[in-house]
């Protein structure tokens, strides 16, 4: 009877944070808020939903297939959103107007400005070398757009 | 470390991988008889050997009251925070603009880098969104982040988790920068025993001891 009861209640607080998370993929306003609608609420439902079914059931089997589900969940729902988000945030697939602060904005820039000053320097340094060919224009590559390859600087270390 | 050393330390750690999977094959089987175990054991070995990844590096020690410790914070962030974002998506209001943030983390092991990103993106509200693995800074999303305050506090947030997790099972190292941090913070040092400094200086005390004898 209690376990019944502790069963209903389980299964209706993740049946409800199931559908926050259903409902927040809808108005959240941007991907990244939207990331974590999707997949939070949802891997916590999920887990108490497995423990209603296992105080239910209370056979070994099932109980330790469950605690599998649990532990692979545990390890690949956040890996799928951070995969998404980043490469949400990679291909620019992000309103701006929903940053209050952005602070990898900033690190990319240095790490643009950083490859521009290293590029030039390298330029300057083979127009030392050959003085004789003096090449109007070496083409400044300050005014070129930021891609999506910059991005790929800053974790080559090591 | 000498050569011996760190060859029992690999052996160790294969032999915990060999564990962890075999465990796992028993739980697929629902039952621990003979022929599961001796199964496991051969489809274990087949795939540590076979399907070979760069070797997970442990520091070689645990904190068990860190360690539960961790794992009672982290259940209790993720029930409060499970349902802060359940309430963002029903009420009225829509939620504010996120903020990302960098966080600068103390520890350079790939293994810990990971488990706070883990742990980040399973606690809702935060999200890691990229990693400067040289530097050891991630770039955490925080939901509903459009002051100072609530930026500050998901900062915390990824400091804490890193703190209960380098006291866990940080390298003595990674708990000395750790520590070194923390005093910056305004916070206090913990394990200080275990880093290298204070053992160095345990070191030259009894040398000094022994010499005055």
Request: proline share 3%.
């Amino acid at each position: 009877m209690i376990l019944d009861i502790v069963s209903t209640v389980f299964i209706a607080g993740a049946a409800l944070l199931s559908l926050a998370a259903g409902i927040g993929s809808l108005r959240f306003p941007d991907l990244l808020s939207r990331m974590h609608a999707s997949s939070k609420p949802q891997l916590f439902g999920l887990v108490m939903v497995m423990f209603a079914v296992g105080l239910q059931i209370r056979h070994w089997g099932p109980v330790s297939t469950m605690f599998i589900i649990v532990f692979f969940q545990l390890f690949t729902v956040p890996v799928a959103a951070h995969m998404i988000g980043r490469a949400g945030y990679r291909t620019k697939h992000l309103r701006r107007s929903m940053l209050y602060r952005d602070e990898l904005d900033d690190a990319v820039a240095r790490a643009h400005a950083r490859e521009v000053a290293e590029r030039e320097r390298r330029e300057l340094a083979e127009k030392d070398r050959d003085t004789d060919s003096a090449g109007p224009a070496s083409g400044s590559a300050s005014g070129e757009d930021r891609t999506a390859n910059d991005h790929d600087e800053s974790d080559t270390g090591r | 470390m000498g050569a011996r050393r760190r060859r029992r330390q690999s052996l160790v750690e294969q032999v915990l991988y060999m564990l962890v999977l075999i465990i796992v094959w028993i739980f697929l089987w629902d039952s621990a008889s003979g022929m599961v175990i001796v199964s496991g054991v051969v489809v274990a070995f087949t795939v540590v050997r076979a399907f070979y990844l760069p070797p997970i590096q442990l520091a070689g020690r645990v904190n068990f009251y860190y360690a539960t410790l961790f794992i009672l914070w982290f259940m209790l962030n993720v029930l409060l925070a499970s349902v802060e974002v359940a309430w963002l998506t029903v009420r009225r209001r829509p939620v504010d603009a996120g903020s990302v943030m960098a966080v600068d983390l103390s520890t350079r092991s790939d293994l810990l880098i990971t488990l706070v990103t883990m742990t980040n993106g399973l606690i809702p509200g935060s999200l890691v969104i990229e990693i400067d693995r040289a530097r050891a800074v991630v770039f955490v999303h925080g939901l509903n982040c459009a002051d100072d305050e609530e930026l500050e506090k998901v900062r915390a947030k990824t400091h804490q988790i890193e703190t209960l997790l380098i006291y866990a099972i940080g390298s003595p190292h990674d708990i000395e920068v750790l520590n070194d941090a923390r005093r910056e913070r305004g916070q206090k040092p913990r394990l200080e025993n275990l880093t290298i400094r204070e053992r160095a200086r345990r070191a030259r005390l009894a040398k000094e001891a022994r010499a005055r004898r």
